[in-house]
Every structure is written in C-alpha cells, then in structure tokens.
C-alpha cells in the first residue's frame, strides 16, 4: 500500500530557502518516492512560492482564516507536490519568511504560523475533495501546531510526527494569544500548549506527537541534557522512547560535482586535478592570491550557534599559519562587520563576501581545499556532507551531527586511509587553532589529503538510507494507530 504523506513545512527547496530546513523538504519527498510514500507538501505562500506556481488548482478556500481570507492551491513544481497556503495578508510581504527586510521578526508570526498549522490539520481532517493524508509529518517551529490542532480535533487517530531541525527556534509566545488561536480549553495546560508560562509552538508539537525526529543521532542524545535541551530536555526525556535520530541526505541531483552546471569544471574523485580550474575561478571571485596554499571556506549562517565568533577570533592565526580563507554568508551585524575587517586587514588572504548565494556557495565547494564549521551545536549540518562530495576537507566541531558524518584525521584512521576530516572540541578557540595548525600539516602531505578527498567522496550520504528510516517509523506509527 501506498502511504499518503502530508508534509508541512514553512521552507521547501528551490521555492524558499534560508537553510538547511528546506534542503531536506525539498529532497525529502522524492527520496520517499522509491520507498512506497506519496508526499504532498503544504508550504505558506510567499511571494517566491507563488511566482513559481504555473498552473495551480484551487482546492480550498477560507473566508476568515485567523482574520484574513485564504485559498489552499494544488500545483506540481519541480517534482514536488505542492499545497500552498495562499494568504496575502500574512505572506505576501516583502522580507523574509519570519521577518521584514531589517531583520525583526513580524510581529504577527504566532497567527501566521497559526494559520498555515490550522490549515494543515483541517487537511487532515478531510478539506480536500478525494484525498486525506494516512500521516502527518511537521517539520520545526512554525508546522508544530499542526499536529496540537489535530491531537485536540477529529482527526487524532491520524499518527503524526514532528522533526526538530534546531531546537534554538521553539516559537514562544506570551499567554495572552491563546484565546486567538481556537484551541479548547483542555489545550492549556503543561501536557498542552502552555510552555514557562506562556505558549511554545514546538513543545505543544512535541508533546502532541506520536513520535519525534530530529536530523542525527548525536543530537539525537544531545538533546536529553539540559545543555543542548534548550528548556526542552525534561519533556524530550519524558518521550524517549518516541525519539528517534535519523541522519540528513544530501540531494544528489543538485550536489554532484560530476554533473554541476554552477561550477566552472566537472570532476569526480579520480579526476581532482580539474578542480584546480574552480579553485582559481574561487580564487579570482574573492580577489585571493594564487599560490599553493590551502583555501579554507566558510558557507554559513553567521552566528553564534555556528561558532562564527570563534573563527573570527582564530582568523589572523589562519592568516599567520599561511592559510588563505573565502567566507559566504550572512547573518549577525557585528559578525559581518568582523569578517568584512578582517578581509581588509587581510587582502589577498581573505575575501569575504556578505549575502545569500546558492550559485556561489557551489563554487566554493568545488575550488575550497577545507571547510570551517566550528559550531557549538549542529543538529546534522549539511555543508559538511556537500563538502565531502565536492572533496573540500571538512574541518568540523565534534557536536551533532558533525561528529556522526566526518572521519577525524587521526594516526589510525589516516593509517586505515579511513579519514575524511579534522575534527575538534566544540566552543574552544585552542581546539579551532590546533584543527587549523592539523590542516597546514596535511595538506603538505599530498598522497594523504588526497586520501582524505577520496575517502570523502566515496562516503554515502544520499538520501537512500534515511529515506528508508522515515519509510519503516511510517509505516510502524500507522500499524500501532491501526
Ligand atoms: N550565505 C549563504 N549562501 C548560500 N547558501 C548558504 C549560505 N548560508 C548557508 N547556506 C546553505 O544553507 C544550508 C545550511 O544548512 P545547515 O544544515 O548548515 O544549517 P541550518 O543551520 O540552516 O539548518 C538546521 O537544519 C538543518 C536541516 O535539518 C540541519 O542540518 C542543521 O544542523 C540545522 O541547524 C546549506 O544548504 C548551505 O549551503
């Protein structure tokens, strides 16, 4: 049998994207393909979501859907079944997904979110003609409503699930929106809603589900103590026999380094000499002197959880050490700020370029040498895994789902031609200089960092495996709701 997903999510790749949450939407539903589940994907509708719609068919519609009138509409794009919450008074707007275009999130995000989760239980409830999901997958903060609306309404026998991509992001809210958002009374409550005395959108989920994911097994463990927990830790641990690690895919259709359009030259493990055509386009795009040097890169959010102010500490260390550096990214003022004068103390050993760039982030994978990821937490990471199949180095923080996806360099695994990566401990500067002093080393080393390369390359990381595990934790949650 055929298992019919719903998928809610307030990201899906190509459509909307500020990070990795829409990397795994986006690849998510045609890994399941090949696994006997039939995906649908509601997803607010932004201003990019709807200027890629094409010919979209109207399957519901709201006159007053927490104050606004709304349509859910039906499209195909990009191989993704779509159900698109069209309410132009809550996303049509210029900015981003959570906030205007000077970064302050919208002040209404509890009804926006509200919505889109109402609208995804009501779909569980039958408002579609002819099609009514067998599970309900939610993904983060802004989907985890869905399943407290459906725990609370008609259709709580369905089995529902939610994924925790970042438990920094819970959704919190003052009490005072709970009279607005149309739960019963009962919904109040700590096994509800009710979260430190206000309301949190993820725990309601959390608490509502009848199983929980999150994107690794290490963070899967994390999670459990109070200080990767974030305030959740004691429910999390109350529901541990519903938790569940299941490791990120790549895509492998965009994530190819054989078969990359965005990059200046194509090549697999046994052709790395072509990379050196992208290394000197990374070169020229972010003004690099040319030599033999390494090329670390950076593609990142800049914040704190990724450690971005450690690496700017450890910058002239990099420069001193001999290394070179391009970062991509955006994020924090100060970080930028920090990075941008370093580049300028730094020119020709660093270039920097502040914004959001899919195209170039390809770029810098397929002409880096090494990777930066010093984050302090990392549910999974994703770079680290296109690193891997681009054999760009990744030099990562043992956190998360770092520690369960790259090799550490050490003198067994380097003997065994088993090591992938440079791994250190998370959140100390002294670690991050030792990975960088480890690299200069290696890299030296010709016959060992290009084992290195292939060793990563050869690696799996395609959504075959997780797939299958979303497929079994399906079908077992929907034989126990039998
Ligand atoms: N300036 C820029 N220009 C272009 N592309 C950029 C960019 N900055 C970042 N990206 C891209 O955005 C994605 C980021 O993915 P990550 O997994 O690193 O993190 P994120 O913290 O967003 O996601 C959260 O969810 C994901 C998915 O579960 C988890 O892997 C992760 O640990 C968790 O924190 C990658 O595709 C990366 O290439």
């Not at 009138?69 to 981003?96: H, M, Y």
């Not at 370029?353 to 994978?365: A, K, M, N, R, V």
Request: proline share 5%; net charge neutral; with cysteine.
């Amino acid at each position: 049998m055929t298992i019919k997903l719903l998928s809610v999510a307030s990201e899906i790749y190509p459509l909307i994207k500020t990070g990795g949450l829409a990397d795994v939407t986006g690849a998510l539903p045609g890994a399941l393909a090949g696994h006997g589940v039939a995906a649908r994907t509601l997803v607010p509708g932004y201003p990019s979501v709807i200027a890629h719609l094409g010919k979209a068919k109207l399957v519901r519609r709201y006159d007053d859907l927490f104050g606004v009138p709304a349509t859910i509409l039906a499209a195909q794009v990009a191989g993704l079944d779509l159900l698109v919450l069209d309410a132009p008074d809550f996303f049509a707007r210029e900015g981003g997904p959570y906030g205007d275009l000077g970064g302050h999130d919208w002040g209404d995000n509890w009804r926006r979110f509200a919505a889109l989760s109402r609208a995804g239980a009501d779909i569980a409830e039958g408002a579609l003609k002819g099609w009514r999901p067998d599970i309900v997958h939610v993904h983060d903060w802004q989907a985890a409503m869905t399943v407290a609306y459906m725990r609370f309404g008609p259709a709580a026998a369905i089995p529902k699930l939610v994924t925790i991509h970042n438990l920094a992001f819970q959704g919190r809210f003052g009490a005072g929106i709970f009279a607005g958002l149309g739960l019963p009374a009962q919904a109040w409550g700590v096994d509800g809603v009710e979260y430190y005395g206000g309301i949190g959108y993820l725990k309601a989920g959390l608490v509502s589900a009848d199983a929980i994911t999150t994107v690794s097994p290490t963070y899967a463990q994390e999670i459990r103590s109070p200080v990767h927990g974030m305030g959740l830790d004691g429910l999390i641990n109350g529901r541990v026999d519903r938790l569940h690690g299941i490791l990120n895919g790549v895509d492998t259709n965009i994530w190819n380094p054989a078969a990359d359009a965005l990059i200046p030259k194509a090549y697999h493990a046994r052709t790395l000499g072509a990379r050196a055509a992208n290394r000197r386009a990374l070169e020229r795009r972010f003004g690099l002197e040319s030599d033999d040097a390494p090329i670390f890169i950076i593609v990142s959010r800049l914040t704190w959880q990724k450690g971005m102010d450690l690496m700017v500490d450890a910058l002239d260390h990099l420069v001193g050490m001999g290394g070179r550096l391009a970062v991509l990214g955006s994020g924090d003022h100060a970080l930028e700020g920090a990075l941008l004068a370093a580049a300028d103390r730094h020119r020709g050993r660093i270039g920097v370029q502040i914004g959001y760039d899919e195209p170039l982030s390809h770029l810098l994978q397929a002409g880096g040498d090494a990777i930066l990821i010093p984050s302090r937490f990392e549910p999974c990471g994703l770079t680290q895994l296109y690193a891997l199949r681009y054999g760009c180095v990744p030099v990562v923080a043992r956190v998360g789902g770092l520690a369960d996806t790259v090799i550490d360099a050490n003198e067994a695994a380097v003997g065994a031609g088993a090591a992938t990566g440079v791994m250190f401990a998370p959140g100390d500067p002294l670690a991050l200089h030792g990975a960088i002093n480890r690299v200069m080393d290696l890299h030296r080393d010709k016959p060992v960092w290009q084992a290195m390369q292939r060793a990563g390359m050869r690696a799996d990381f395609s959504w075959t495996h997780s797939a299958a595990r979303y497929a079994a934790l399906y079908r077992s949650l929907i034989a126990e709701a039998a």
